[in-house]
């Protein structure tokens, strides 16, 4: 399967390489609609190529990067790869702080995190609420904040059905656009 380039460190299936190709494409349509200049559409599209490239890695490969021996396994992927992005040169804050922050939300983030943030809720190929997801993804170019605000209502009640812990970010998200 081809799509969005990936750094050679990434750890990724298939599985997971459609997903992020997914997410990329509709940031990508969504920057064209919006007609985003070349560079916040660029941030958009790196973004998500970069959000899940260590999706895939063990918690023995990830925090010893991240270095936090209390992170859950599962939040991991984010905060290793926005890391290793730093490492190798990537110094677009708005970039970083969406790869880092992209699983449990951020309230600071600029559009790119945002953008993310929905994009990874709403990209087609999950199977929950596919027409509401659907609906809402339409609706990204011309209510971005509205759509957004709706998305972080869905993550959050999902967190709480599952019976997950709400993170101190996400809580803080919540608070900052509702």
Same mark, same amino acid.
Request: proline share 5%; hydrophobic share 45%.
């Given at each position: 399967m081809t799509g969005p380039?990936?750094?050679?460190? %990434? &750890?990724? $299936?298939?599985? #997971? !390489? %459609?997903? &992020?190709?997914r997410v990329t494409g509709l940031l990508d349509r969504w920057a064209?609609?919006?007609r985003l200049n070349a560079d916040e559409a660029q941030a958009w599209h790196d973004a998500g190529r970069w959000h899940d490239a260590f #999706?895939? $890695?063990? +918690?023995?490969?990830?925090?010893?990067l991240v270095g936090d021996p209390d992170m859950l396994d599962?939040?991991?992927?984010? +905060? /290793? /790869? %926005?890391? !290793?992005?730093? #490492?190798?040169g990537e110094t677009r804050r708005d970039v970083l702080e969406a790869v880092r922050w992209h699983t449990v939300g951020y309230p600071r983030w600029e559009r790119t995190g !945002? /953008?993310? *943030?929905? %994009?990874?809720?709403?990209?087609? $190929?999950?199977? *929950?609420?596919?027409t509401d997801r659907a609906f809402l993804a339409a609706q990204v170019p011309v209510n971005f904040d509205g759509v957004f605000r709706q998305v972080v209502r869905m993550r959050l009640e999902w967190t709480l059905r599952e019976g997950n812990r709400i993170h101190t970010e996400t809580a803080e998200l919540w608070n900052s656009v509702r």
């Amino acid at each position: 399967m081809t799509g969005p380039v990936l750094p050679d460190w %990434a &750890i990724v $299936g298939e599985k #997971r !390489r %459609a997903h &992020i190709a997914r997410v990329t494409g509709l940031l990508d349509r969504w920057a064209a609609t919006m007609r985003l200049n070349a560079d916040e559409a660029q941030a958009w599209h790196d973004a998500g190529r970069w959000h899940d490239a260590f #999706r895939d $890695g063990t +918690p023995e490969v990830l925090r010893p990067l991240v270095g936090d021996p209390d992170m859950l396994d599962g939040l991991l992927h984010g +905060p /290793a /790869a %926005a890391v !290793r992005l730093e #490492r190798d040169g990537e110094t677009r804050r708005d970039v970083l702080e969406a790869v880092r922050w992209h699983t449990v939300g951020y309230p600071r983030w600029e559009r790119t995190g !945002r /953008a993310l *943030f929905m %994009a990874d809720v709403l990209e087609p $190929g999950r199977r *929950f609420m596919s027409t509401d997801r659907a609906f809402l993804a339409a609706q990204v170019p011309v209510n971005f904040d509205g759509v957004f605000r709706q998305v972080v209502r869905m993550r959050l009640e999902w967190t709480l059905r599952e019976g997950n812990r709400i993170h101190t970010e996400t809580a803080e998200l919540w608070n900052s656009v509702r």
